[in-house]
């Protein structure tokens, strides 16, 4: 039986139409909510052709939407700010697994005004607006670092699955923004996507640890999908991998399956990573009724 999460308010009941890490199986769900939520029109902010592919295969790789000036000085903000956490404490900064380097950074679009910038640029926003049909806010923000011959790999996930089951967000109507901050190459470490994986929930097994956020964001253990499940969307649907020039922008849907692997190569591989949510998708109470993961890993004041 599916359970159920309640608004802060306690008013409302939400059915939970994901449930995940419940049962000793893995399971394979369809997906129940729209891609795109808006009507194309020649208004809209892609061609007609994006938003088809995007919809089909749950991904959108747009090459050099921004340009060099703009990236120098990002990547610039981005060289300052790893230096200065390397041996700076921060509950924000994740370290690499096993060392002290620094993995990503947290909620850059609260504390850094360089990065608050990206995340309301207009051009973006038109596009995320459109997709999700209607206004949105930033769930989620952070820095990737993964350089050259250390940069270790993220694993195959569905992000939906865990903001759904740790966060408590209700429905698939959020997306990701990877913003380049160096070329990306096949071989440094850039994502790997399963293209049309999104139509697909994959319900993972095993009980959520309390405060697994601490150790998940190193690596992670609990809501990871099953091999067999894996194999079976490879299979039909292939594995893609989006590459190009610093300033490349690959927007990708909440649920769609994606990784990396660690980055051997001697060229770094930095990126800007925006999550936006639908304002009428506001997170709920965790649907593993655990409590809520801190803000700065899910926003919740809108304030």
Known sequence: ???????????????DHYP??????????????????????SA???????????????????????????????????????????????????????????????AVHRNNDIFAQVASHPRLKAIVDYVLGSQTYVHQSRINYKPGFTGKEFYWH????????????????????????????????ALM????????????????????YKDSLRRQEYGVPDQ???????????IDMPVGKAGSVLLFDCNLMHGSA????????SNVFIV????DNRLLTPYSGQKPRPEYIATRDQT
């Open 20 to 41: 995940s890490r419940q049962a000793d199986r893995p399971q394979l769900l369809p997906r129940k909510d729209p891609v795109v939520y808006s009507q194309w029109s």
């Open 158 to 189: 569905s992000d939906f699955e865990t903001w759904h089951v740790e966060d408590g967000m209700p429905s698939m109507r959020a997306l990701s923004c990877s913003i380049a901050l160096e070329d990306n190459y096949t071989f440094n470490g």
């Open 276 to 279: 936006y949510n639908s304002v």
């Open 262 to 269: 660690s980055n051997i190569s001697p060229y770094p591989r």
């Open 44 to 106: 809209a902010p892609l061609a007609r052709e994006q938003s088809q592919f995007y919809a089909r295969n749950g991904y959108l790789f747009l090459e050099q939407f921004f340009g060099e000036e703009e990236i120098a000085a990002w990547r610039k903000e981005l060289n300052r700010l790893q230096e200065h956490y390397q041996h700076v404490p921060s509950d924000e900064v994740i370290r690499e697994p096993g060392g002290s380097e620094v993995r990503s950074i947290f």
């Open 193 to 212: 996507v399963i293209p049309g994986s999104h139509q697909h929930f994959i319900a993972c097994v095993g009980q959520t640890p309390e405060d697994h």
């Open 1 to 15: 039986m599916p359970r159920s999460a309640y608004t802060s308010s306690h008013t409302e009941e939400v059915i």
């Open 228 to 238: 067999d499940s894996l194999t079976a969307l490879a299979k039909e649907h292939g």
